[in-house]
């Protein structure tokens, strides 16, 4: 019965594949497309990543607005190019591996919360010659994000988490008037956030 099973499976690929033989030269078309499509982001989060360090010392929101009205992008979508930029498009094999990797793959590779090791798993699969989805490139990020860390690594955060915010409190109920709170921890936000996209650019380099 499995032999008649295997065999039955057979003739539909090989159906399938008379099928898809005459438009393969669209999918062809398609993929070089598409490997277009991954040079402009490296170009683009070049060119964003020049400007970022430029106009990030003024603050006030000016990178953010210049991204915004100049170029069309929400600071999500600007960051999203510059990491794309920063992880992959320094590497010195990248043409290679640009066949290999969908665009959306890369963002999600090439975000600050992605493990350094699913991203060397998926690279090292792509120079093996597997096409890295974004489906498969979820895959490997959720593989090794449910890789739990060292609890001697959580509690020495912790403890560290506890000690700042313990004394942000302290200081915002002592130093900042009630009616300017709000605005206070605005611009803290905006100040993290800044911190928090310059360590991933570390983390990455």
């Keep these: 019965m499995a032999g008649k099973l295997s065999k039955a499976i057979k003739k539909v690929e ?8 005459p438009v393969e030269v669209h999918a062809e078309r398609i993929e070089k497309v598409k490997v277009g499509i991954a040079k402009n982001i490296f170009v683009i989060g ?3 990543t020049k400007a970022h360090d430029k106009l990030a010392h003024h603050g006030n929101g000016v990178w953010v607005r210049w991204c915004e009205e100049r170029c069309g992008f929400t600071r999500m979508s600007a960051n999203r190019y510059m990491q794309v930029h920063e992880v992959f498009g320094k590497t010195e094999d990248r043409n290679n591996l640009l066949p290999t990797f969908d665009d959306s793959a890369m963002y999600v590779l090439a975000a600050p919360n992605t493990p ?3 991203l060397d798993a998926a690279i090292e699969r792509a120079d093996a010659g597997e096409k890295i989805t974004h489906k498969l490139a979820k895959e490997i990020v959720a593989e090794f994000k449910n890789t739990p860390k060292t609890s001697e690594e959580e509690f020495i955060i912790q403890q560290e988490v506890d000690r700042w915010t313990g004394a942000l ?21 905006t ?9 991933a650019h570390n ?3």
């Design 191 to 199: 100040y993290l956030k800044s911190i928090q996209d310059d360590a």
């Design 116 to 118: 350094r090791e699913a």
């Design 169 to 189: 409190e302290t200081k915002l109920s002592l130093r900042v008037p009630a009616h300017c709170k709000f605005r206070f921890v605005d611009l803290l936000i």
């Design 14 to 21: 090989a159906k399938q594949l008379d099928l898809f033989a």
């Design 46 to 48: 070049a060119e964003l």
């Design 203 to 205: 983390d990455n380099a």
